[in-house]
């Protein structure tokens, strides 16, 4: 197993289309290359790839192990950015020993592990038989793992390839579950006689709602409410909203258009500056880019949301909660319940909607968020969906191919692994539905910035990920 080639096999995944939902490309990729290579392919009703390659000589007797990765990823680009994910390649740079995409996401969650799946099964590693699954529509809901039937895949060892940290080894997760508020509204005319202009929370962080939540990055949505909530004496009338996208997203950016007496437009822009202000001081050098903008706007809107929807809706951003909610009592350091604030959309006309999601790896405590989450909009008179819920993975008692990435890492590089559980979403815990023997670990490479422009991986981790999986892959027999 060579990590020139995972990276060279990584850089043909960044030209194939493959956001969530819209996997077809990536399939019809996923089995070219298995019949390019002489493998046994096989794809299920929801879209989800097996890849198999048999046991070469002297591994015959070897246990079989799935290779497990995700051929979706997030599509987030910065705001004027030209870069079209149904049909352009992914932008990258190498710089500084990263793989960065400056302006885009990169893919590497969960790319880099389709790719390393990929170089065990077509390179010239010796190995038992492998199995290399691929599920589609992780991101927006696990969908590919949900839909996994009985007997698709035949092994009791499966490497999740999901992970984004290297030299620590996942073996349990958080489970999630989809809140959405929906908000029906009356549209009023505009006065002519108002002056329309743009507000704009851009700069921040962002990041994925797992990983990143305990990092104090504020949310575009909360952010643009608070500031909506602020003006709200100086009578203003609410033209649009936007904000967020993914729900495992934190919101990096999120806009409004008002229109307002054009004498109160200076006290107006000053109370945008202060709000600036406040947000930088409130979170200290996290959030130090952040960016409030107010311009002037043609007047082209001539409907607004009626003054009591606004209201609602705005109060609703300021008193959602977001970020952590709950600490772990049994693993210091490790985040048991949270919430994400994702995204305000007008969908349709008439129709205003809330997307979040809660994370905990204790059933009740991630039910009791969506409560929460509920009743703030539940308070504000919206309509309430729970949807896309999904289980945690109970780290196990016993498990044999924990113990040999443990015993591998410590005899490649001298030193023990971090074993621990991870606040983001996996699949094992339903593969286990399904599966209920299945022996596993989550391992990966080191990424920084994933579900954001900017993502980057870091080669140097890369190196030695793909040693370590060939080291376990290898001495197993």
């Not at 990983?211 to 575009?220: E, L, P, R, S, V």
């Not at 009592?329 to 305000?344: C, K, M, W, Y």
């Amino acid at each position: 197993m060579n990590s020139a080639n995972v990276l060279e096999i990584f850089k043909e995944i960044t030209k194939v289309p493959r956001e969530s939902g819209h996997e077809e490309k990536i399939i019809k990729w996923l089995e070219d290359f298995a019949k390019a290579h002489g493998l046994e392919c096989r794809t299920d009703k929801a879209g989800n790839v097996l890849i198999i390659k048999e046991a070469d000589k002297g591994y015959e007797n070897a246990p079989t192990i799935i290779l497990q990765s995700h051929s979706d990823m997030v599509c987030e680009k910065n705001s004027g950015s030209s870069h079209d994910f149904e049909k352009d390649p992914i932008p990258f740079i190498i710089e500084d020993g990263w793989m960065i995409a400056p302006e885009t996401t990169l893919g590497a969650d969960c790319g880099i592990g389709m790719a390393c799946a990929l170089e065990l099964v077509s390179g010239k590693t010796p190995t038992g038989r492998l199995e290399a699954l691929f599920t589609v529509s992780e991101e927006t809901g696990l969908d590919g793992a949900m839909a996994l039937e009985a007997g698709f895949m035949s092994g009791n060892i499966l490497i999740n390839l999901d992970s984004e940290d290297e030299g620590e080894i996942f073996v349990g997760c958080a489970g999630g579950l989809d809140t959405t508020a929906k908000f029906s509204y009356r549209t009023e005319p505009v006065c002519s006689c108002l002056k329309q202009v743009g507000i704009k929370i851009s700069g921040l962080l962002g990041g994925h709602s797992g990983d990143d939540i305990n990092k104090g990055h504020a949310t575009a949505v909360q952010r643009l409410g608070s500031l909506l909530y602020d003006l709200v004496p100086d009578g203003y009338k609410l033209l649009r909203i936007d904000g967020g996208n993914k729900r495992n997203a934190i919101a990096r950016e999120a806009s409004a258009v008002i229109a307002l007496d054009p004498a109160k437009l200076d006290a107006v822009r000053a109370k945008v500056g202060e709000f600036e202000a406040r947000t930088k001081e409130e979170y200290g050098n996290v959030e130090c880019n952040i960016k409030v903008e107010l311009t002037e706007c043609k007047k082209d809107i001539t409907e607004a949301i009626d003054d009591s929807t606004a209201l609602r809706l705005v109060t609703c951003l300021t008193a959602c909660p977001h970020g952590v909610l709950a600490m772990s009592q049994e693993i210091p350091g490790f985040v048991e319940t949270s919430t994400n604030l994702a995204s305000v959309k007008m969908t349709e006309p008439g129709i205003i909607r809330l997307g979040t999601s809660q994370r905990s790896c204790v059933t009740a405590a991630r039910r009791a968020a969506g409560r929460k989450v509920e009743a703030a909009f539940v308070a504000v008179g919206a309509e309430v969906r729970h949807e896309s819920e999904y289980p945690g993975w109970a780290p196990a008692a016993v498990s044999d191919v924990r113990d040999r990435f443990v015993a591998s890492y410590r005899k490649l590089f001298g030193c023990d692994p971090a074993v621990k559980a991870i606040h983001a979403g996996l699949e094992c815990g339903l593969f286990t539905e399904v599966y209920p023997n299945l022996d596993m670990v989550s391992v990966g490479p080191t990424l920084r910035g994933v579900h954001a422009p900017g993502e980057k991986l870091d080669l140097k981790s890369l190196d030695k990920f793909v040693a370590l999986l060939e080291d376990v892959i290898v001495n197993y027999k």
